[in-house]
């Protein structure tokens, strides 16, 4: 099982950037696509992007494609979202996540427990 430690999310201004980071246990870790999703308030958590286990297949939803790089590197057992030219819309939660594929990500099944996700917010 995975477990996922996130971190880097903070205040920023609209127009900053930020990059998130997400720690993974285990051994297991640079077999499984990795994902980031995020919660806004009153809203369902929302899938953001994806890569693959050897991080040279990316995929972003429509609202981040161009201003968010999704990257790992599996010798740290580490997974980043860097955030440029954030907007006030992008202020939420922010979760990372583990699965066996890069559609089964896109498909929400994830593996093991959510982490305690790391907060964005964009003030305008």
């Known amino acids: 099982q995975v477990q996922l430690v996130e971190s880097g999310g903070r205040l920023v201004q609209a127009g900053g950037s930020l990059r998130l980071s997400c720690a993974a246990s285990?051994?297991?870790?640079?077999?499984?696509?990795m994902g980031w999703f995020r919660q806004a308030p009153g809203k369902e958590r929302e899938f953001v992007a994806a890569?693959?286990?050897?991080?040279?297949?990316?995929y972003y939803i429509a609202s981040v494609t161009g201003r968010f790089t999704i990257s790992r590197d599996n010798a740290k057992n580490t997974v980043f979202l860097q955030m440029n030219s954030l907007k006030p819309e992008d202020t939420a939660v922010y979760y990372c996540?583990?699965?066996?594929?890069?559609?089964?990500?896109?498909?929400?099944?994830?593996?093991?427990?959510w982490g305690q996700g790391t907060q964005v917010t964009v003030s305008s």
């Open positions: 996540a583990a699965a066996v594929s890069m559609s089964a990500m896109r498909g929400r099944a994830t593996l093991g427990p």
């Open positions: 285990g051994r297991t870790f640079s077999s499984y696509a």
């Open positions: 890569i693959n286990w050897s991080g040279d297949n990316t």
